[in-house]
């Protein structure tokens, strides 16, 4: 069985769904601790949601410098599947994974709600599952959700289709672009600020169409 | 001994909504005349003279600023 890594640092909130997630999905997931410099053998990472170390400075930048994320930045490069979500993504930008920054809302509330969201490229490791251009919701809840990089960054992320989510119905932050998700240039490491691990069953989030970015990866890994 | 003071501020072209909301609140609380504000952050760090300038920009532009969003000034006051 596949093992996906779920680090937790502290502060982080949504480690257990993530972990939760990857089990509905018929992974294994392996529990990583921010201060060990172990991936434990994993064959894909999920820096889940949260507020590591109290966003003190900005979100993610201290949670980037942790032990654990030095063993992440080098599998990344090598090509290992990488998920992050929420705070994660924050840390994976501030980590260099990916590029751009989010920012405090434009609207400066906390935004909590159910979002519908655009699936823009399906060929990332962890969003092969989806058909292209579907539409799904799942939650967003964050202060600090606005995606922001200069133009020229924009436009290469745009040019080259890595813009991975966007925001469809209303855009909740400010966002550049309504840009939810992006990925790298391989597809292996994606961010977003939604959470797909609060929408894996409809007993407990608005659906489960969270569920197929954990069987994505599933499925790309064992291939 | 010198402190050394690093203020950092979003860019210019990003987009500030906090600096927004002050300078929205202005006008309401009887104060004219003011037509923008930048919001940033103000560091202050006791540094040993054996610090050279070149760790303190490492230190501004590595960990207490975001270049991607953020522009940085770092001063030794004596």
């Known amino acids: 069985m596949s093992k996906i890594g779920v680090i937790t640092f502290p502060g982080t909130l949504d480690d257990t769904d ?7 999905a018929g992974g294994e997931p392996v529990a990583l601790w921010h201060g060990d410099a172990d991936l434990r053998g994993v064959d894909a990472v999920i820096v889940p949601g949260g507020f590591s170390y109290g966003d003190y400075l900005r979100a993610g ?27 994660g993504f924050q840390i994976l930008c501030e980590a260099g994974l990916l590029p751009g920054a ?17 699936v823009e490229r399906t060929s990332t490791a962890w969003t092969g599952g989806y058909a292209d251009g579907a ?11 606005r995606f922001a990089a200069s133009r020229s960054t924009v436009d290469e992320l745009e040019g080259e289709g890595r813009v991975v989510f966007r925001y469809t119905d ?31 069953d409809a007993l407990t989030g608005p659906g489960d169409d969270g569920l197929a970015m954990f069987r994505s990866v599933l499925g790309t890994v064992l291939a | 001994m010198a402190r050394v003071v690093v203020d950092v501020m979003p860019k210019p072209e990003i987009l500030d ?16 005349g003011i037509s923008d504000v930048r919001q940033g952050k103000h560091f202050e760090l006791e540094v040993d003279d054996s610090v050279d300038d070149e760790t303190l920009a490492k230190i501004a532009i590595g960990f207490l600023s975001n270049p991607v969003i953020e522009d940085f000034v770092v001063r030794r006051l004596s």
Do not use: W
């Open chain 1, 18 to 24: 993530a972990a939760r997630a990857v089990r509905y």
């Open chain 1, 61 to 87: 930048a201290i949670a980037r410098f942790a032990p654990v994320m030095g063993e992440v930045v080098t599998a990344a490069r090598g090509g290992m599947p990488v998920l992050g979500i929420c705070n």
């Open chain 1, 102 to 118: 989010l920012l405090r809302n434009a609207g400066l509330h906390f935004v909590c709600r159910d979002q519908k969201l655009r």
């Open chain 1, 135 to 145: 539409e799904i919701v799942i939650p967003v809840k964050n202060m600090d959700g």
């Open chain 2, 17 to 32: 909504p906090q600096g927004q909301a002050v300078a929205n609140a202005l006008p309401r609380l009887g104060f004219t």
């Open chain 1, 170 to 200: 209303v855009n909740p932050n400010g966002s550049l672009s309504d840009i939810a998700g992006i990925s790298s240039a391989d597809g292996r490491i994606v961010g977003l600020m939604p959470h797909p691990e609060h929408a894996i």
